[in-house]
């Protein structure tokens, strides 16, 4: 069982496949036993987005398993979940969304100090092939590097 203080659920796929441009804490609407699921590590943000409807943030794509203790009213593993955030950021991500080639991405879900589930939510860029491709190189340079240099240190 996990420790429910050290939650830290990353989507490692989004840097992959996305440059990030900004990002936001949100805060998530959970129903019945979703939060237990969630203390217990079972989540995956793989293939999350947001996007708006009537003015109100959403994120699809958050696969919460079901509760292994629930009874006939546990929760749906794949619902779409409303995401909480000031009315400023929400315009801005809106505004922002409008430009081509623009999405907002799941990144990371942890749990805060008061046992809130929260979200990092990114604005981002599409990556083409060949900017993955680069991506790689300059991620194994820059572990080269480190650990040429760890081995200076000693």
Request: charged share 35%; with cysteine; proline share 1%.
């Amino acid at each position: 069982m996990a420790d429910y203080k050290n939650i830290n659920i990353r989507n490692k796929r989004a840097t992959f496949d996305y440059e990030i441009l900004e990002e936001y804490v949100a805060g998530v609407v959970l129903v019945g036993t979703e939060i237990k699921s969630v203390r217990l590590g079972k989540v995956a943000l793989t293939d999350s987005y947001c996007y708006f409807s009537e003015g109100e943030l959403w994120i699809r794509g958050v696969n919460i398993a079901e509760y292994a203790w629930g009874t006939c009213n546990n929760h749906t593993p794949k619902r779409d979940r409303k995401l909480l955030l000031n009315r400023k950021e929400l315009n801005k991500l809106e505004r922002s969304l409008q430009d081509r080639g623009l999405t907002v991405v799941g990144l990371r879900l942890f749990l805060n100090e008061r046992g809130l589930v929260k979200i990092v939510i990114g604005l981002a860029k599409g990556r083409k092939s060949y900017d993955k491709r680069e991506y790689l190189k300059e991620n194994d340079a820059k572990r080269e590097m480190d650990k040429v240099m760890k081995s200076y240190r000693r």
